[in-house]
Nanobody
């Protein structure tokens, strides 16, 4: 069993910044790629950023230069530093992680999300 818990969301004015965290816990043997996704009600969930275990990163074009994803492999925690936030960044942000359980089984799980609201 793996639990992913996001934190750090909130209300911020346009141009402001927030840092999200996602911590994975449970019977994890090896945590591989982690990612941030976001979803607005009525829309599909979209990729924001991903980071591999050796910190190779990818970003959606809409957030390049403004968002930075990082991770702490000791703490099994991923971060998303967001600056120059825009109203269109408003969404529920979800953490996704995959890897191997201590049983050797592969897992892929989602967190429950944290809301980010950017006011004009």
């Amino acid at each position: 069993q793996v639990q992913l818990v996001e934190s750090g969301g909130g209300l911020v004015q346009a141009g402001g910044s927030l840092t999200l965290s996602c911590t994975a816990s449970g019977t994890i043997f090896s945590l591989r790629t982690m990612g941030w996704y976001r979803q607005v009600p009525g829309d599909q969930r979209e990729l924001v950023a991903t980071i591999t275990r050796n910190s190779t990163t990818t970003y959606a074009d809409s957030v390049k230069g403004r968002f930075t994803v990082s991770r702490d492999n000791v703490k099994n925690t991923m971060y998303l530093q967001m600056i120059s936030l825009k109203p269109e960044d408003t969404a529920a942000y979800y953490c996704k992680a995959e890897g191997f359980l201590s049983t050797g089984r592969w897992f892929q799980d989602w967190g429950r999300g944290t809301q980010v609201t950017v006011s004009p």
